[in-house]
């Protein structure tokens, strides 16, 4: 069984568009995770949810809006895409953080590419 | 998250040891030095973790420094399928879960 989840794999779509992107977890997992992945491979993370509820936001333009509707799913919607948003953006989850155990289970990635 | 510094690349034949190290000199008391690797295109996997003490799991070994301003990750016996980036992070304990990669050790094991 897979362990996050995320779909779609692969999305191509139009500047100005607004897509959505799923993740799901079968862990049992308190908190959820939104990394981006730009072209130069670096990884960085963009939001997180414990329990349904937002606890970072790192300075992602507000066109990015995640949405937790259980503590099981975090789902990432983008607003009027830019051409800076093509990236590969990975979902992950973990027990709480702050218990000094954070390892992070992710999935595999969605390649998002805008024209 | 504290800074961590890591060699670009590296390279190890393959069943020998690789040895990867990383420097976080300014390592607070309550983070955790983290290794994380991901393989081409795939997710990031995590390998291990630890605070003071040396760890040891199926998959590698952590040694960290009574100072604790670096740590060296040990792949006891290197296989093709370990060439990857490995990322080295401080982190952790009460920052609400996260983690700040940087570019990481590109390791190519050699046949």
């Known amino acids: 069984d897979t362990a996050v989840s995320q779909t779609p794999k692969y999305l191509v779509t139009q500047m100005g568009n607004d897509k959505s992107i799923k993740c799901e977890q079968n862990?049992?997992?308190?908190?959820m995770y939104w990394y981006k992945q730009d072209s130069k491979k670096f990884l960085k993370i963009m939001f997180s949810?414990?329990?349904?509820?937002?606890?970072i936001n790192e300075t992602v333009p507000n066109r990015f809006s995640p949405k937790s509707p259980d503590k099981a799913h975090l789902n990432l919607h983008i607003n009027s895409l830019e051409l800076g948003d093509s990236a590969v953006y990975f979902c992950?989850?973990?027990?709480?953080?702050?218990?000094?155990?954070?390892?992070?289970?992710f999935g595999p990635g969605t390649r998002l590419t805008v024209l | 998250d504290a800074k961590t510094t890591q060699p670009t690349s590296m390279d190890c034949a393959e069943g020998r040891a690789a040895n990867l190290p990383c420097n976080h000199s300014t390592i607070s008391g309550n983070e955790y030095v983290y290794w994380y690797r991901q393989i081409h295109s795939q997710g990031p996997q995590y390998i291990i973790h630890g605070l003071k003490n040396n760890e040891t799991n199926e998959m590698a070994s952590l040694i960290i420094t009574e100072d604790r301003k670096s740590s060296t990750l040990i792949l006891p016996h290197a296989t093709l399928r370990d060439t990857a980036v490995y990322y080295c992070i401080a982190g952790g304990g009460t920052s609400y879960g996260k983690l700040t990669f940087g570019q990481g050790t590109i390791l190519t094991v050699h046949p």
């Open positions: 949810y414990n329990n349904k509820e937002l606890i």
């Open positions: 992950a989850s973990s027990q709480a953080p702050g218990t000094g155990n954070n390892e992070q289970f």
């Open positions: 862990l049992g997992h308190d908190t």
